[in-house]
């Protein structure tokens, strides 16, 4: 099994930044995709990005590209979410997951990989 566990959600500025950690434990694999996902105020939970564990492939959410960064670093079993330029509509709970899948139509995380999530706001 696997457990993630997120910080460094807070509270910033619009144009402000925050970085996201995701510490996995449990048994971790190259060929995983791990990512985060975020879910605001009234909405479903939506992707923001993912990566392969034992690759350097990256993918992210049009919403997001170009402002936030994810990262690994592979030795201390963790996983960032740099976010910059944070906007209003960027308030989420952003969770982890370290089992991330593409159906062909969206992307998906196990139901037994999730973290607990952790709260961003940007104040306007």
């Known amino acids: 099994q696997v457990q993630a566990v997120e910080s460094g959600g807070g509270l910033v500025q619009t144009g402000g930044s925050l970085r996201l950690s995701c510490l996995v434990t449990?048994?971790?694999?190259?060929?995983?995709?791990m990512g985060w996902f975020r879910q605001a105020p009234g909405k479903e939970r939506e992707f923001v990005a993912a990566l392969y564990w034992g690759g350097r492939t990256t993918y992210y959410a049009d919403s997001v590209k170009g402002r936030f960064t994810i990262s690994k670093a592979v030795a201390k079993n963790t996983m960032y979410l740099q976010m910059n330029s944070l906007q209003p509509e960027d308030t989420a709970v952003y969770y982890c997951?370290?089992?991330?899948?593409?159906?062909?139509?969206?992307?998906?995380?196990?139901?037994?990989?999730w973290g607990q999530g952790t709260l961003g706001t940007v104040s306007s």
């Open positions: 997951n370290a089992d991330v899948d593409h159906d062909g139509r969206s992307w998906l995380g196990a139901l037994d990989a």
């Open positions: 449990g048994r971790t694999s190259s060929t995983s995709v």
